[in-house]
């Protein structure tokens, strides 16, 4: 599978050390069943569900919540997302100083990808588009019929 190398340079991967000690939903233990929880809280496409689920843990005190990343194969990946006020901001107001590097001139990560089977190129933005062979135009107009 390919992904536009433009696409991965216009990201970046941050790594960073919260400035403080964060209290968080852990979604991970087994007792979180007893709430209702399932599975699907990790890869629900519902985000009315996620969201209420959300709210109720920044209004329980929480900061964030630790769970699985929904779109890994594996299952083993652990995500953290952290509980403040929508939109692009620097969480809880903290000046959070990032050491920021675009994925692709990460050479761990082109290497975890492409042991997935991605791999990252240069997409060109305009395509020659031709004309499909009169014997397909003929098979189109007759299933049109």
């Given at each position: 599978?390919?992904?536009?190398?433009?696409?991965?340079?216009?990201?970046?991967?941050?790594?960073?050390?919260?400035?403080r000690?964060?209290?968080?939903?852990?979604l991970?233990?087994?007792?979180?069943?007893?709430?209702?929880?399932?599975?699907?809280?990790?890869?629900?496409l519902?985000?009315?569900?996620?969201?209420?689920w959300?709210?109720?843990?920044?209004?329980?005190?929480?900061?964030?919540?630790?769970?699985?990343v929904?779109?890994?194969?594996?299952?083993?990946?652990?995500?953290?997302?952290?509980l403040?006020?929508?939109?692009?901001?620097?969480?809880?107001?903290?000046?959070?100083?990032?050491?920021a590097t675009?994925?692709?001139?990460?050479?761990?990560?082109?290497?975890?990808?492409?042991?997935?089977?991605?791999?990252?190129?240069?997409?060109?933005?305009?395509?020659?588009?031709?004309?499909?062979?009169?014997?397909?135009?003929?098979?189109?107009?007759?299933?049109r019929?």
């Amino acid at each position: 599978m390919l992904i536009d190398a433009a696409d991965l340079r216009r990201r970046r991967l941050a790594r960073t050390r919260a400035p403080r000690k964060l209290h968080l939903a852990n979604l991970l233990v087994k007792a979180a069943h007893r709430f209702g929880l399932t599975a699907d809280i990790h890869t629900s496409l519902d985000h009315s569900t996620t969201r209420r689920w959300a709210a109720a843990w920044q209004r329980a005190g929480f900061h964030g919540i630790w769970g699985k990343v929904g779109h890994d194969p594996t299952v083993e990946l652990k995500t953290l997302t952290l509980l403040d006020g929508a939109g692009e901001q620097e969480p809880f107001g903290w000046d959070w100083e990032l050491r920021a590097t675009a994925p692709a001139q990460d050479l761990t990560l082109l290497q975890e990808m492409a042991a997935w089977g991605y791999r990252s190129a240069d997409v060109p933005q305009d395509v020659t588009v031709s004309a499909p062979p009169a014997r397909l135009r003929r098979s189109v107009e007759r299933i049109r019929r």
